[in-house]
């Protein structure tokens, strides 16, 4: 992740520059003279040698404490709840299966998905949408007797499932929004599903940016003519795409929403509240576990230079995979966050170029008899994450009798790499192109590394199969590592500028063309809506329970980018995340 951290510039295990030559001859003299002066010309050549300086980037403290955190508990356990959330489950299948008109049926889709819920009815959903991809979407003349309305929501929810429907069921849409009502609930809501629809949209999709244009000016416009509730819904939407939040978050404010909505369903807000603060149990025993292996780490204790980031770690492996069953993958995932952020602070603040070098080889060859050569705050970083690494690597051995091993030491020797790509950069003063800039920094930012610890973390049962496509997915890989760094450098490079570190995108592109710095952000946001069309048809990739799955975390990944770094360095700054850390982790609804 981008360096983001704070530590009091105390100097720890200091080493001593080499003697200059002028200096060694000296010595060399005074060792061969019988002079009486001898100790104290060496006491002179001795304490005019200075200290390494070591770079400052004042992080702030945890807001929770590992006491905080093990006194963490949830009422929502237990076998009343689940027999009360089985009954409701019942009750929403019966539902489905009664839904009559394709706009409906849609419609229920969707408040299922954005409730959190979607996942205890995948059948039913996929069974559902395969009826109405073929009865009203696979062919042409299936178009033209649909409103605006169904067109727009079906094209969404079908593509993000990955069924194939062509922009051109719009090429008529400015006939179709000729005679549109501004204070219409149904017309407003149209449009709204329409501006939803175009962040769907593949490269070279003419009609679909022109859908986005359109109904974006026209949302605008008119977002405060409605109700209450469609007005919210459009200014959170103009905010921020559907297909760009994280589902987690996204449930909880869409919970509150939908419980004031005139047609609001008693049994599916009943169940998403449950499902919610029973998902939220799980979190919390998970998160207890994770601060459990962080203290034991000392790290913080010995590391005074880096962030006491566990929480912040946690919060995205939320946003990764939310479901509950993936508790063993939130906790290979949270380490793999936190030793990052550790690793990267030592790269960007507090190691000298000479030791990153250093570390980096130790890292390339896996090497845990070398360590000797490290300074001491190195041996302490390098051994707990030596052992985290192998750790999560046996746990998958014992369970799959498979070795992912080598894939980790790459892909972690591939990180330290680009970090030092970056150290050499700021030691010499070079400025990178945009090119050469995101070429490393897409790596650099952790992205690739994350998602090879997420592609064995999820089925377990798939891993051999995962072996088999490993390379399959860089293309989808790299494009949700762009986002995240781009995300990242609008979020955090004023931060990480004023501490001292290389320039980011933002400045790359501003040396470049010559452009100002809001011209920069323009276009660098320019840059993430590519790259999301890009994701959007890698996406179509999608035809087993594994690819879907990994397709999932990856985009994830981009949209937890978005939202971490949305309104500066939500990793490095708690604050920033404090209220949504406290209403996904530790306040039911």
Known sequence: MASMSSFSCSVLHCKIYHETFKQFETRKALYSSKSTSKSKVIVKAITTVEPVSRRSANYAPSLWSFDYVQSLSSEYTGEDCKARADTLKDAVKMMIHKVASPLSTLELVDDLQRLGISYHFEDEIRNLLEVIYNNHYK??????????NLKALGFRLLRQHGFQVSQDIFHNFKEKTQDLKPHSQEDMIGMLNLYEASYHSFDDESILDDTRDF???YLEEN??????????LVIHALELPLHWRVPRVESEWFIRVYEKRSDMNPALLELAKLDFNMVQAVYIEDLKEESRWWRNTKWV?????????VVPSFLWTIGFGYLPHYSLGRSSLTRCVAMVTVIDDIYDVYGTL??????????????????EKLPDYMKTAFFGFYNTINEIAYNTLTETEILILPYFIKAWANLCKAYLVEARWYYSGYKPTLKEYLDNAYIS?????????AKFATSVGATQEILQRMEEFDTLDRYSSLILRLADDLGTSTDELARGDVPKSIQCYMH???????EARKYIKELIADAWKKLNKERMLANTQFSREHIEYASNMA???????????????????????????????
Do not use: C
Request: aromatic content about 8%; cysteine-free.
């Open 139 to 148: 062919t042409h003349d299936q178009w033209n007797t649909m409103d605006l």
């Open 215 to 217: 109904s974006a000016k």
């Open 223 to 232: 977002k405060n003519k409605m109700d209450e509730i469609i007005s919210s």
């Open 301 to 309: 204790q010995k590391l005074s230079f880096i962030r006491d980031s």
């Open 354 to 371: 000479d030791e990153l070098q250093q570390f980096t080889d130790i890292v390339d060859r896996w090497d845990i008899n070398s360590i």
């Open 445 to 453: 930012v952790a992205g690739p590394l994350v998602l090879v610890h």
């Open 512 to 518: 470049e063309s010559g452009a100002t710095e809001e």
């Open 559 to 589: 949209r937890m980018a978005q939202f971490m770094y949305g309104k500066g360095d939500g990793h490095g700054r708690p604050d920033i995340t404090k209220a949504y850390l406290s209403s996904l982790l530790f306040s039911p609804i």
